[in-house]
């Protein structure tokens, strides 16, 4: 997707950031106690961006990230400890254990043949479980667990979690899920004498603090540059179509197990390395201080603090967390009781964390409109993911706005012939429209996409390209960069199915899109803010048909809780120019062709519906008006039949034919 004005001048402004923070020690003491809280917040920001990866951008919701720091901090103190290693070389080792842990929680996570696959790994782990009982009876210095209670629960643990299709649950059960596997992983930790049992191990290295600020520093900026450039990858909307409707996700051909493991395992990577840090510095861990359930809520408030599944909103939280943890919470005695007040605080005034602040500044006409972090939370508890995840909707569902609009490529590819600057100019007071409703899907209804067999949605979470026109490929090419609203596409695709209308998804790379919605996305969404549900015009869908069709999309909108805007495109009068002619003498090809179009458009407006039905016959016979008219039956039966304050915005020509630009709500 291209970076919007704002994605490219926040990436800067991080690039300047990430310059400051390195030169910065150059400026201080090396024992200074800045560089030290820094270092605390880039770890907290790292713990941060792992799991605002799971649950801002993949659904999933997870108490337990503390079995990844954990088993991090651990692993590296063993290594560290029983193999004497340098402590950077023990490092990795906290990421590499907390990658595997979290690659055994996936074992068993694709869907076909998932149980045979899960009883050929229990009986494979009982044969190893027998086999090591047999080896350490012949040989008992083998055993690392040395007590015979912690290595049967460790083995029986393992074999658990290796059967336990975790990344299949979700909402509520994930989270109870993960939180009881790191409070398992903890009882064993307890009672491991290797491990320090309940006492834990200390790890006295001379590694100096400027060492950990850097290491640090530098391992957030990769791991912040690979998550902003996945989520403007195809990889990224693949996360958030998993989020908001897994169903949806599989069915557009989304390998829903991939995604899921991919994510959950990265996170445990960087969680674990994170850890690993994080212990060096304060050089001792216990397993009640690395798995304790204060972690999660110190990584929530992290991350919803700053803006739940935003790039930024982890490192903003993280800053915020050192504040009030280090310094207010040492000023007042009573860290928890700051930052438990604080939770409070955020959640009245500042729903959508700091991030909701600097989008409402950059977009003062969407305040309050952006994603809750205190309701996404409250969603993906309750699994109620189908809806859609872009907006606390504060409206009422269904169609909050509905247009006519012309289907020709000419207002696009020629913006800058005068005829048509009454046409651009109602188009771009359409664009500011929408800006302002704000809606989560455009509803696309194009009298140029022709379906012949069957009635066509749009199924293709996400279509790029370049577009030819036909009839003015003389002109150029439209470039185009659409999102599908996938999951509205599905619910209507089966709704028309059980009505009696045969239809189908169509979700094929390189599908061609008809000029009239590329045109018209250009010009009304431009940057791609809103994703779309395009419908086709099937062929052997009357106008009555076509009507109760926009009643059918209406209703699935509805249903799930959208707020839409309805985009009929099509034109007027039908009798286009059959010779070659300049476009600067473009004007409609007859005067009754003209006549009878703002007969029409007259009508809608004064919102006279049954002596437009009354006229639609004659008008469709003598202006031969484009498609039979049906976009317009499309938008009144999104509309239930009904106008609201309907108004004529622009009327002119297109190459002889009848276009204009019309509100109907």
């Known amino acids: 997707m291209a970076e919007s004005f704002y994605g490219r001048r926040g990436a800067a402004w991080a690039a300047v950031i990430a310059v400051v923070l390195l030169v910065l020690p150059a400026t201080l ?7 030290h809280l820094l270092f605390s917040v880039f770890v907290f920001a790292l713990l941060g961006h792992a799991w605002n990866l799971m649950a801002g951008y993949a659904g999933l919701l997870s108490f337990g990230q503390q079995v990844f720091i954990g088993l991090g901090g651990f692993a590296q103190a063993l290594v560290f400890y029983y193999a004497a290693t340098p402590i950077w070389v023990a490092w990795p080792v906290s990421g590499i254990v907390s990658l595997l842990f979290a690659w055994l929680l996936c074992l068993p996570l694709r869907e076909s043949g998932s149980k045979r696959r899960m009883w050929i790994g229990v009986a494979v782990a009982v044969v190893l479980w027998v086999l090591y009982e047999w080896l ?40 109870v899920a993960t939180w009881l596997i790191a409070e398992s992983v903890s009882t064993v930790f307890n009672g491991w004498n290797v491990a320090g049992a309940g006492g834990g191990m200390q790890l006295k290295s001379d590694v100096s603090p400027l060492s950990l600020y850097y ?49 959950f395992m990265f996170s445990a990577v960087i969680t674990g390395l994170a850890s690993g840090l994080y212990f060096m510095d304060v050089v001792i861990i216990t397993p009640p201080s690395a798995f304790a359930i204060s972690w999660a809520s110190y990584i929530v408030f992290v991350v919803v603090a700053g803006g739940m599944g935003t790039v930024a909103g982890p490192v903003i939280g993280a800053v915020l967390f050192i504040v009030v943890d280090r310094l207010l919470g040492a000023v007042a005695g009573q860290g928890l009781l700051v930052l438990g007040a604080l939770s409070i605080i955020l959640m009245l005034l500042l729903p959508r964390g700091l991030m909701g602040i600097v989008h409402d500044l950059r977009h003062p006409h969407r305040a309050r409109r952006g994603p809750s972090s205190w309701n996404q939370l409250k969603r993906l508890l309750l699994g109620d993911n189908a809806h859609s995840n872009r907006a606390a909707l504060t409206e009422q569902p269904g169609v909050v706005g509905a247009y006519l609009l012309p289907g020709s490529p000419l207002l696009t590819l020629q913006r800058n012939v005068p005829a048509y600057a009454e046409l651009l100019a109602g188009m771009a007071q359409v664009s500011r429209e929408i800006e302002k409703l704000q809606p989560d899907t455009l509803v696309i209804y194009s009298t140029r996409w022709l379906a012949v067999l069957d009635q066509q949605w749009q199924g293709r979470a996400r279509i790029t390209g370049l577009h030819v026109d036909d009839n003015w490929h003389e002109f150029g090419e439209m470039r185009y960069d659409i999102t599908t609203d996938v999951s509205l596409a599905r619910a209507c695709m089966k709704a ?50 076509t009507r109760s069709l926009g009643e059918l999309a209406a209703a699935q909108a509805t249903a799930q809780g959208k707020r839409v805007v309805v985009l009929a495109i099509g034109e007027l009068s039908g009798t286009a120019f059959r010779d070659d002619r300049p476009l600067a003498d473009d004007k409609i090809a007859t005067a ?74």
């Open 496 to 545: 028309a199915n059980r009505a009696g209308v045969h239809s189908k998804l169509v979700d094929y790379a390189g599908f061609p899109l008809d000029s009239g919605t590329l045109s018209v996305n250009a010009l009304v969404n431009g940057d791609g803010v809103f994703p779309t549900l395009i419908v086709a015009n099937n062929l052997y869908l009357d106008y009555d048909k």
């Open 29 to 35: 003491p090396s024992s200074s106690f800045t560089l």
């Open 136 to 175: 350490i009876a012949v040989n008992p210095a083998v055993d690392v667990f040395k007590s015979d209670y912690v290595r049967r629960v460790a083995i029986l643990l393992l074999i658990f979690l290796g059967a336990l299709p975790l990344l299949r649950l979700q909402g509520a059960y994930f989270a």
């Open 592 to 665: 009754t062709d003209d006549d009878w179009n703002r007969r029409m458009l007259k009508l809608i407006e004064q919102r006279e519906l049954d002596e437009l039905a009354r006229q639609l016959p004659d008008y469709l016979a003598q202006a031969k008006v484009d498609m039979g008219f049906k976009h317009f039956a499309f938008a009144l039966g999104a509309l239930g039949g009904r106008l609201g304050e309907a108004k004529v915005l622009a009327y002119g020509p297109q190459y002889g034919n009848g276009a204009a630009v019309v509100r109907l709500l």
């Open 215 to 263: 290491v640090a520093l530098v391992l957030l900026i990769i791991t912040t540059a690979i998550i902003w450039r996945w989520m403007r990858s195809t990889y990224g909307l693949a996360l958030t179509a998993v989020r908001d409707d897994e169903e949806a996700a599989r069915s557009s051909g989304i390998d829903v197990s991939k995604v899921k493991a991919g994510v």
